[in-house]
């Protein structure tokens, strides 16, 4: 387990501008030492800038780096002691596999007995032992991602940065080379700071995920929170899927929606009456009332029904589209059942919620 106490990297208020126009807004968050570190957000939102600034590829318009405790903020990149892999693996094609990864050593001016030694090393734990003396041009994409992620790790950095390295890759190899690259974390123990706009990953491989918009951070936290917490409608919209309404909450608790539903509000978190509110409730919270259930105690369940107006089956799970008599619309899913068990477009449904999975969002311009 990383040792979540100590910070590897501080940015107290760094930004970057072009011209006028900020790539990072003025942004502080710490990164611990071990952590591993997700820059997760729609293209254009500042990741790979905001990595840049950390590496010293970008010198900053404002603010401060700390590395390790220590001012950070003009050094040269050589200096900051930070391993990059990047999305284009960026192999020298003429090398083989084996001086790919030697060549950070030998600028540093290791013996080639060492180079031997920890090249050997890096390509085994990459699991490309017996690869060493292939050209990027005879290795596959993941093969090639593995040498850029040893030549990387080769070094022993004090900090990991990948760019989107997972890219260029197809589903099933991505998802294989997540679990990789999390095992490889896990046992060198370094400090990993990831890019992806692919929340799926982000959730899957990060001790915290940071999430960006508009060259600032939405919401910094594990995956958990981001996933259950979403701090507002961008964030709740950008990890998984969610139903949202809005509307103004009565002296009863209860949210009177646009179409005059009222929704009974959780009891955990009040919102004052009068006030204005949107609300997120994810799919798989929203089950389908079933006659033969037996019913669970101490729930104040809210039951709407409609009708079924989509399916999609994908296999494990299938998405239900419910639309209400005044037209709202939720999405809820459920395991799947075989065909004939199936909800069809049209079929009467009656589903429920427990108002408590109900998060309230902030207003995003607060
Ligand atoms: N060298 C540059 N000159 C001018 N504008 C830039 C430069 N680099 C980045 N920007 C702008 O800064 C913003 C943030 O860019 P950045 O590359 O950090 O985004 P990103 O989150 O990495 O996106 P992607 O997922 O597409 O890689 C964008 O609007 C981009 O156009
Ligand atoms: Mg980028």
């Not at 950095?157 to 390295?165: G, L, R």
């Amino acid at each position: 387990m990383p040792d979540l106490e100590q910070n590897m990297i501080e940015l107290k208020a760094i930004s970057k501008q072009f011209g006028s126009t900020y790539a990072l807004r003025p942004t502080s968050f710490s990164v611990k030492k071990g952590e591993f570190l997700t820059l997760l957000g729609p293209s254009g939102s500042g990741k790979s800038t905001l990595l840049n600034l950390i590496s010293g590829g970008y010198s900053a318009t404002s603010g401060q780096i700390l590395m390790n405790g220590s001012d950070i903020t003009d050094a040269p990149p050589r200096k900051r002691g930070i391993g990059m892999v990047f999305q284009n693996y960026a192999l020298m094609p003429h090398m083989t596999a084996f001086d790919n990864v030697a060549y950070p050593l030998r600028v540093r001016g290791v013996s080639e007995a060492d180079i031997k030694l920890k090249v050997l090393d890096a390509l085994k734990r990459v699991g490309l032992a017996g690869f060493e003396d292939r050209k990027p041009k005879q290795l596959s994409g993941g093969q090639q991602q593995r040498v850029g992620i040893a030549r990387c790790i080769v070094y022993s950095p004090s900090t990991i940065m990948m760019d989107e390295p997972l890219g260029a890759l197809d589903k099933n190899l991505r998802e294989q080379m997540q679990d990789e690259i999390k095992t490889l974390h896990n046992e060198i123990g370094t400090t990993f700071i990831y890019v992806t706009h692919d929340q799926e990953e982000a959730l899957n491989m990060s001790d915290r995920i940071c999430l960006m918009n508009n060259g600032g951070v939405v919401q910094l936290g594990t995956p958990d929170e981001l996933y259950f917490h979403p701090v507002n409608k961008f964030a709740a919209q950008f990890i998984g899927e969610s139903n949202l309404l809005s509307g103004t909450v009565d002296g009863d608790n209860k949210l009177r929606t646009g179409t005059g539903h009222l929704l009974t509000m959780p009891l955990s978190r009040r919102v004052p009456a009068g006030e204005t509110c949107e609300v997120m409730l994810r799919p798989e919270r929203i089950q389908i009332v079933d006659p033969n259930q037996a019913e669970s105690l101490g729930v104040a369940w809210t039951v709407v029904s409609g009708n079924v107006a989509n399916v999609s089956f994908i296999g494990s799970m299938t998405t239900l589209a419910v639309r209400l008599t005044d037209g709202t619309l939720f999405k809820l899913k459920t395991t799947s059942l075989p065909e004939k068990h199936r909800y069809k477009i049209g079929d009467p449904i009656e589903v429920r919620w427990n108002p408590e999975d109900l998060v309230i969002l902030q207003n995003e311009k607060s």
